[in-house]
């Protein structure tokens, strides 16, 4: 019996935007769009619906746009299973921090080629962060630039002194294969470690983990 299918949400206010996206999507093995919205709004409606796997969500649209809407579907328990992914023209600062700290788990630009964003989607759904070296750069920046307000970043004095090495290796974007090489033990081992990470800051995915990485300065510039 064949494994069920990635259901995939689509969020942009450009018809011919989706239109391609959709047929990319639908033509990839093991994967199918189960709807479309136009606006933030909307996307938010029909993922409480239609409980998609993957949304992919543009950030500039009408009503409500992709961050705020993007926050509302990770805010809500019922929806903890539904990965976003934002897409955009841009690569400005406030929009990558933003989408990220709002709940996403991937952010990809437009022009990304189809193979890459299929893959994005597959990995996403496995429970993997994606970060291009230019989103990294991007968070370097604005940790090095902006302090942390107090109480704006989870606490990490319970984590143990292995768990401190996970997250920092975790926050320069490396894989849980790269992470058992670097530390010399299993993937098993490594993937306790990230769940225990996820329990103790109550992070919803790995994303949020790159994110407390660089909020306790545990990734050097």
């Known amino acids: 019996m064949s494994a069920e299918p990635i259901r995939v949400l689509l969020a942009d206010d450009e018809p011919l935007l989706r239109r391609s996206l959709g047929i990319a999507i639908d033509r990839a093995q093991g994967l199918r769009v189960v ?29 409500l746009d992709g961050i705020d809407a993007t926050g509302r579907i990770a805010s809500q328990p019922a929806l903890r299973g539904t990965r976003v992914i934002v897409l955009t023209m841009f690569e400005l600062d406030e929009y990558v921090y933003g989408a990220l700290a709002a709940g996403a788990s991937a952010f990809l630009l437009k022009d990304t080629e189809p193979e890459r964003l299929i893959d994005a989607i597959r990995r996403v759904h496995a429970g993997e962060s994606l970060f ?6 991007r968070l370097v920046e604005h940790f090095v630039d902006r302090p942390v307000a107090p109480g704006a970043a989870p606490r990490i004095d319970g984590l143990t ?4 090495e996970v997250l920092a290796l975790v926050g320069r974007g490396l894989s849980n294969t790269e992470i058992a090489e670097a530390l010399t033990v299993t993937i098993h081992t490594v993937k306790a470690h ?9 992070a919803r ?5 790159v994110i407390a990485a660089y909020s306790h300065r545990l990734v050097e510039p």
Do not use: C, F, N, S
């Open 35 to 63: 709807g479309e919205a136009e606006d933030g709004a909307d996307a938010v409606a029909q993922t409480r619906a239609l409980r998609p796997d993957v949304v992919l969500m543009d950030i500039r649209m009408p009503r």
């Open 132 to 137: 291009t070296p230019q989103i990294m750069r």
């Open 161 to 164: 002194a292995r768990e401190h």
């Open 194 to 202: 990230i769940g225990a990470l996820r329990a103790k800051l109550h």
């Open 205 to 209: 995915d790995r994303a949020q983990l």
